[in-house]
């Protein structure tokens, strides 16, 4: 892939993503950190990806669509203006050698093709490697949720016998910000330490310890950065996280409900507008013919090429 790792890092999605993926390895990438969602239809996975170009994108090849409808489908992406930039890998438990080694030759597939049939750990480790060598992360190194939209957070801070509630305005799990009133400035300084900050997240409430890293001047009020300090425990930093994503993946799910459902053909070959019969699926019923020998040949010697690699 040409592009350089974005500042800002790239949104990881999982389209069609079987039930471990969807439970545990998402779970383990937000728990490093990585902005990873799932998308079960890949009808509505495009427009999502179109308004997000650099993401990582891993498909799930091995059910809803037949293969080369998967294969048409990943194929149309590299005609597609705001989509060219989206880094594609693959995962399959099912799919036939000869099947993947045509993802592999004739798709801009730069994440690979990751086997299901290896244990879970190999598979995230994977997953991580690629995430990581792409940037993901950018420089940003922490989730934060964006709070204008959620009327259920808020924070109550006590300082000096009197309590100061609080609109919260972004959270993460090493801190947040807050909207101090501008008549109140003068009671927080930077660097102190405050307790109890009382943090209410939806129907879950959390005590921290946090300090006031910055105050900023805005026009009808005053934004307030405040860092957990290191006694917060792990569990507090997971509730924060779990509500992070929860909303996150809640937004995405309302976009994709209301998306415009992408209503390609794929079961047609959709190179024909090209003209370029070579970066055709061929379906094994069809390798019968002369005029594929030449390819079948190609794809079987990148399968000898394969197993050769293979380390004993």
């Known amino acids: 892939m040409e ?7 790239r949104k990881i999605y999982f389209i ?3 039930y471990a993926i969807k439970t545990t390895l998402i779970d383990r990438l937000r728990a490093l950190e990585y902005e990873a969602y799932y998308i079960h239809d ?19 090849i091995d059910s809803i669509l037949p293969t080369n409808q998967w294969f048409n489908f990943i ?18 438990q099912n799919i036939k050698t000869s099947e993947k080694n045509q993802f592999l030759l004739k798709t801009n597939i730069p994440g690979g093709f990751i086997s299901l049939t290896e244990s879970f750990d190999k ?25 204008n939209n959620y009327e259920e957070t808020f924070v109550h801070i ?28 003068s009671i927080f300084t930077e660097k102190e330490i405050l307790k109890p900050v009382v943090i209410t997240l939806g129907l879950k409430t959390i005590n921290v310890e946090a300090a006031v890293f910055a105050l900023k001047e805005n026009p009808n009020y005053v934004t307030m950065v405040m860092l957990f300090m290191p006694s917060t425990s792990a569990t507090t930093k997971d509730i924060i996280r779990n509500y992070v994503f929860s909303m996150l993946q809640g937004d995405l799910d309302m ?22 019969k070579s970066s055709a699926f061929i379906n094994e019923e069809e390798i019968t013919s002369d ?4 390819e079948v040949s190609d794809l079987e010697e990148a399968s000898e090429q394969e197993q050769t690699e293979q380390p004993s």
């Open 16 to 18: 069609n993503p079987p």
């Open 42 to 60: 890949p009808r509505s996975a495009k427009a999502i990806l179109e308004n997000n170009p650099d993401s990582l994108c891993f498909v799930c």
């Open 291 to 294: 005029t594929n020998l030449a």
């Open 158 to 185: 006590s300082k000096n016998g009197r309590l100061y509630p609080m609109k919260l305005i972004d959270i993460s799990s090493v801190g947040f910000a807050c909207m101090l009133k501008t008549k109140d400035k």
């Open 255 to 276: 976009k994709v409900e209301i998306t415009v459902r992408d209503d390609t053909d794929y079961s047609k070959d959709l190179t024909k507008e090209t003209g370029d």
């Open 3 to 9: 592009n350089q790792n974005p500042v800002f890092g």
């Open 75 to 92: 194929k149309s992406f590299e005609t597609t203006e705001n989509l060219k930039s989206t880094f594609i890998g693959i995962l399959s």
């Open 123 to 147: 598979i995230t480790d994977k997953i991580i490697q690629i995430c990581e060598l792409n940037g993901a992360k950018g420089r940003r190194q922490y989730v934060r949720l964006n709070c």
